[in-house]
């Protein structure tokens, strides 16, 4: 995926931006050490959006 080609910060910074549907495409798409290095440059605000955005597509409770 075209997202292998970017740095982690920068793929971050694009991440963040992007519409939920393609989010959750890249994420999808990058391997667990990929998508480490990618949140870790994600801030804190931001990944509670990612999360909250994801929580329907992947049925998390609230307990989750």
Same mark, same amino acid.
């Given at each position: 995926?075209?997202?292998?080609?970017?740095? %982690?910060?920068?793929? *971050?910074?694009? !991440?963040?931006?992007? $519409?939920? =549907? !393609?989010?959750? &495409?890249? =994420? /999808? /798409? !990058?391997? @667990?050490?990929? !998508?480490? &290095?990618?949140?870790?440059?994600?801030?804190? @605000?931001?990944?509670? $959006? =990612? =999360?909250?955005?994801? &929580?329907?597509?992947?049925?998390?409770? *609230? %307990?989750?």
């Amino acid at each position: 995926p075209f997202c292998r080609v970017l740095e %982690s910060d920068l793929l *971050a910074d694009v !991440l963040v931006l992007l $519409d939920p =549907i !393609l989010q959750e &495409k890249i =994420i /999808g /798409g !990058l391997h @667990d050490d990929e !998508l480490e &290095k990618v949140m870790d440059e994600v801030s804190v @605000d931001d990944t509670v $959006d =990612i =999360i909250d955005i994801m &929580k329907p597509i992947y049925n998390f409770k *609230a %307990s989750d």
